[in-house]
């Protein structure tokens, strides 16, 4: 299996899906919480965004309760 992780700039949820598609990608894990406040809405938005839009498979992780 390949494995990579990658850093980029821009809009997140258009950037993860323009990034899937040119490395034409099975499968993409993204974190669905870990922020507080108005980091947290927006980071489930782009989850949701990405699950909604992408062609492969998305698997979600959540943070470990405290």
């Not at 927006?42 to 943070?63: E, N, Q």
């Amino acid at each position: 299996m390949k494995v990579e992780t990658i850093y980029t700039e821009g809009n997140p949820d258009h950037e993860i899906i323009r990034i899937v598609e040119k490395r034409n990608a099975d499968l993409i894990v993204l974190g669905t919480h870990g922020h507080t406040g108005w980091n947290r809405f927006t980071i489930g938005a782009v989850v949701a965004f990405v699950v909604k839009h992408v062609y492969c498979d998305v698997f979600t992780v959540r943070p470990r309760a405290k």
